[in-house]
């Protein structure tokens, strides 16, 4: 609801004295539409679509605006504690200053504490606003914070304030805890909350103990570490005992972490079973790392999975997945860097785990690969295997992107399926030098058109995109029809339109 709805406004009957509908309201209805009209600011979005810094700007606007609604209402407002138990603390922000920290914590009485910290350099002290909001940890129940301004003296302050809060109070209603605290040139290790209340956490450039006991969130339901080092990053051992103490984990997302697997001859061979893990996401994940974790897990649940594997010098072994991931209806591959980029030995490595991980996601109905040796090696094990064993039998939705001269390849995949199997809705091929180029020869784009046309006529909807360099100067067509339909200065013009961005 908009502050400038009529409920928020003085009536023209109270402006002249007269009986206004909310006279006649009890003040503890008043305090739950109150509590309704503000609630898309007070609880924004954690999915990047909605600024929290504005929303939580546009909330305390929306107080302040209550404030003036006339006596009765002023101090309904003011008597309802959790109207005034979002913290904002940025230096772009009117509520940073200690004062206006004080009257909120005031206000809010005894009521869960929803913090917001954009920290700057200035936040530093003693007395400072951090200082107050972390003596009232035991009510915190969700903490955001981010140090996109902050130098590395101000990040060790911040992080000192932060540890010795943790150490001193225990925040056991606290559900959510989103640490955003990057470092070029060190790691950084925060104490870990004691809160047996933590539903979701978010660590980004900033790490806990990892070897500690301590570390159990039983009600963890989501987990997403981002950007940490070698030297911060949980090995695998250490991120499969926290795993084994967060059974009712639903969300499990790992971007940019450099993981280790040191010594397989000591890796617990105890499987880990996660009943609601729905969703898991290894990017730029070294490649051992996601085999141990993944080759532990019981997940009956697992719906979605999305792999990026970075090459490793830790060894590899191969150790078999003990469960498959039957559940699984969404697959994504992509390789971490360009193919090129990886050692002969590496790449091995890569293309043995992907053959014998799609062997257990027999009901992916969604793909997505961007890798020309995942495509080459889909195909040749499509090829090589009986009919009731091809890889992704049950896909009907197939996306190729970033593979080379593969049209022939997807088409042979295609064929190798069984005739049980569904027909395909949607095949998108967006890919680099999908097409020929004129000299390759008539007898070439002659059969280009042939796989087109059986591909057309095999799958509801064909998308096909060829993705090229932008400083390219040759011309290439999508077989021979598409060739005889233009001239040379058409084609030119055609492409300057489409790729020269």
Same mark, same amino acid.
């Not at 109270?14 to 004295?17: A, D, P």
């Not at 990017?283 to 996601?290: N, Y």
């Not at 293309?351 to 257990?360: T, Y």
């Not at 995942?374 to 499509?382: D, H, M």
């Given at each position: 609801?908009s502050y400038?709805?009529?409920?928020?406004r003085?009536s023209a009957d109270?402006?002249?004295?007269k009986?206004?509908?909310?006279?006649?309201?009890?003040?503890?209805?008043?305090?739950v539409i109150?509590?309704?009209?503000?609630?898309d600011?007070?609880n924004?979005?954690?999915?990047?679509?909605?600024?929290?810094?504005?929303?939580?700007?546009q909330?305390?606007?929306?107080l302040?605006?209550?404030?003036?609604?006339?006596q009765r209402l002023r101090e309904?407002?003011?008597?309802?504690?959790s /109207?005034?138990?979002s913290?904002?603390? =940025?230096?772009? &922000?009117?509520?940073?200053? @200690?004062?206006?920290?004080?009257? !909120?914590l005031?206000?809010s009485?005894?009521?869960p504490?929803d913090?917001?910290?954009?920290?700057?350099?200035y936040?530093?002290?003693?007395?400072?606003?951090?200082e107050?909001v972390c003596?009232?940890?035991?009510?915190?129940?969700?903490i955001?914070v981010r140090?996109?301004?902050?130098?590395?003296?101000?990040?060790?302050?911040?992080?000192?304030?932060?540890?010795r809060?943790?150490?001193r109070?225990?925040?056991?209603e606290?559900?959510?805890?989103?640490?955003?605290?990057?470092?070029?040139?060190?790691h950084?290790?925060?104490?870990?909350?004691?809160?047996?209340?933590?539903?979701?956490?978010?660590?980004t450039?900033?790490a806990?103990?990892?070897?500690?006991?301590?570390?159990?969130?039983?009600q963890?339901?989501?987990?997403?570490?981002?950007? /940490?080092?070698r030297?911060?990053?949980? =090995?695998?051992? &250490?991120f499969?005992r926290? @795993?084994?103490?967060?059974?009712? !984990?639903e969300?499990?997302s790992?971007?940019?972490v450099?993981s280790s697997?040191h010594d397989?001859?000591?890796?617990?061979?105890?499987?880990?079973?996660?009943?609601n893990?729905?969703t898991?996401?290894f990017?730029?994940?070294?490649?051992?790392?996601?085999h141990?974790?993944?080759?532990?897990?019981?997940a009956?649940?697992?719906?979605?999975?999305?792999?990026?594997?970075e090459?490793?010098?830790?060894?590899?072994s191969?150790v078999p997945?003990?469960?498959?991931?039957?559940s699984?209806?969404?697959f994504e591959?992509?390789?971490?860097k360009?193919?090129?980029?990886?050692s002969?030995?590496g790449?091995?490595?890569i293309?043995?785990?992907?053959?014998?991980?799609?062997?257990?996601l027999?009901?992916?109905a969604?793909m997505?690969?961007s890798?020309?040796s995942?495509?080459?090696?889909?195909?040749?094990?499509?090829v090589?295997s009986?009919?009731?064993?091809?890889?992704?039998?049950n896909?009907v939705?197939?996306?190729?992107?970033?593979t080379k001269?593969?049209?022939?390849?997807i088409a042979?995949?295609?064929r190798s399926?069984p005739t049980s199997?569904p027909?395909i809705?949607?095949?998108s091929v967006?890919?680099?030098d999908?097409?020929?180029?004129a000299?390759?020869?008539?007898?070439?784009l002659?059969?280009?058109?042939?796989?087109?046309?059986?591909?057309?006529?095999t799958?509801?909807?064909?998308?096909?995109?060829n993705?090229q360099?932008?400083?390219?100067?040759?011309?290439?067509?999508?077989?021979?029809?598409?060739?005889?339909?233009?001239?040379r200065?058409g084609?030119?013009?055609e492409?300057?339109q489409?790729?020269?961005?």
């Open positions: 609801m400038h709805s009529p409920l928020l003085p109270e402006s002249m004295g009986t206004s509908p909310f006279d006649i309201l009890p003040a503890e209805l008043i305090s109150f509590e309704w009209a503000l609630q600011e007070r924004p979005p954690n999915d990047g679509s909605v600024s929290p810094q504005l929303c939580q700007r909330y305390h606007a929306r302040a605006v209550i404030s003036q609604l006339g309904i407002a003011i008597n309802t504690p /109207l005034w138990s913290i904002h603390i =940025s230096e772009r &922000s009117p509520t940073s200053s @200690l004062a206006r920290v004080r009257s !909120l005031l206000r009485k005894a009521s504490l913090i917001l910290l954009y920290a700057d350099e936040l530093k002290g003693e007395s400072s606003a951090v107050l003596r009232e940890m035991k009510r915190w129940r969700s955001r140090t996109d301004k902050l130098d590395n003296e101000g990040r060790e302050n911040l992080v000192a304030i932060l540890n809060a943790f150490r109070w225990e925040p056991r606290l559900e959510s805890i989103e640490l955003s605290i990057p470092s070029e040139t060190s950084i290790t925060v104490s870990t909350p004691r809160s047996t209340a933590l539903r979701h956490l978010t660590l450039g900033i806990f103990d990892w070897s500690a006991h301590s570390l159990a969130f039983h963890l339901r989501q987990l997403t570490i981002r950007g /940490l080092s030297e911060a990053a949980p =090995s695998s051992s &250490s499969l926290l @795993l084994s103490h967060s059974p009712e !984990l969300v499990l790992l971007y940019g450099d697997v397989w001859s000591l890796v617990d061979p105890t499987i880990i079973k996660l009943a893990l729905r898991v996401a990017e730029h994940v070294p490649l051992p790392f996601i141990h974790v993944l080759s532990s897990l019981d009956p649940s697992l719906n979605s999975l999305r792999l990026v594997p090459e490793s010098n830790d060894s590899v191969w997945f003990v469960f498959g991931f039957n699984v209806d969404n591959w992509s390789f971490g360009n193919e090129a980029a990886y002969d030995a790449l091995y490595q293309r043995a785990f992907f053959s014998h991980l799609i062997r257990r027999p009901n992916v969604t997505k690969i890798s020309p995942a495509t080459q090696l889909l195909q040749e094990l499509a090589s009986p009919a009731d064993s091809t890889p992704f039998p896909a939705d197939i996306e190729y992107s970033n001269d593969c049209l022939e390849l042979s995949t295609i399926r199997a027909k809705k949607k095949l967006c890919a680099k999908v097409s020929l180029p000299h390759a020869g008539v007898s070439r002659q059969a280009m058109d042939e796989t087109i046309d059986w591909l057309g006529k799958v509801e909807h064909l998308e096909i995109r993705k360099c932008k400083n390219a100067i040759r011309f290439t067509f999508l077989g021979w029809k598409d060739c005889v339909s233009h001239t200065n084609r030119r013009l492409y300057e489409e790729y020269e961005e």
